[in-house]
């Protein structure tokens, strides 16, 4: 009977070693593919720019609010943005020329200035992005408005306003007030003497057919 005892406390034992020589092997074995996986490279996701405009800029931004949807966009969410871009172009606008007056004051070469050009707002700063022929006549009203006699004041306003009606046309905006009174303001033109004549217009005062849509009818 002692001997039966006896060889069941062994057997038991042998038994409890083995279990425990597993549980740890398999332990280790956890741990090794923990430390394994931990070290696979983890795919780092960039943070979307918070511009203000779903992180669109540039070209980019203009194509979106001229009806071209970028892809992985909701058009819902990208038509929202047309208040707000709405300022940024009256700022790039506004600030094509006064760059052309300051050029014109200091003595500078006509210069057509960068495209696209970082804009500013109250609450946001974006790259702004307009088409390349209305930057130029944009900021050539500004240049040559120092200089300009009547009869060149009234074809800068003109084609000032027919830039304008355009982008703000390609864009679905509407002009509540033409940026020829608010840029050109009430100042008085030069004189024409007898020896002036009048200016041709150059080739930055043609239009394409796509610039010669009707804008959009002003609101209140």
Not at 77 to 84: G, H, I, N, P, T
Request: net charge negative.
């Amino acid at each position: 009977m002692t001997s039966i005892l006896l060889l069941a406390a062994v057997f038991g034992s042998v038994i409890l070693m083995v279990l425990m020589i597993y549980l740890g092997d398999r332990v280790k074995r956890l741990e090794l593919m923990s430390v394994d996986e931990s070290s696979e490279p983890v795919e780092v996701v960039s943070p979307i720019n918070d511009n203000g405009f779903l992180g669109l800029s540039g070209k980019e931004l203009w194509d979106a609010m001229s009806g071209r949807v970028p892809e992985g966009f909701n058009e819902a969410d990208v038509v929202a943005l047309k208040r707000m871009f709405e300022v940024v172009l009256r700022n790039h606008i506004e600030t094509l020329f006064k760059l052309g007056q300051r050029d014109a004051s200091s003595g500078n070469n006509s210069e057509t200035p960068k495209n696209p050009l970082q804009i500013t707002t109250l609450r946001h700063s974006v790259e702004s992005w307009i088409p390349a022929q209305h930057v130029s006549t944009i900021y050539r009203a500004g240049y040559e408005f120092a200089d300009a006699d009547e009869v060149s004041i009234n074809r800068l306003k003109s084609n000032l306003d027919d830039a304008v009606d355009t982008l703000f046309s390609r864009t679905d905006l509407t002009i509540k007030q033409p940026f020829s009174e608010k840029l050109f303001g009430s100042a008085t033109p030069m004189t024409l003497t007898a020896a002036d004549s009048l200016i041709e217009l150059d080739e930055d005062d043609l239009l394409d057919l796509d610039d010669s849509e009707d804008p959009a009818e002003s609101v209140a």
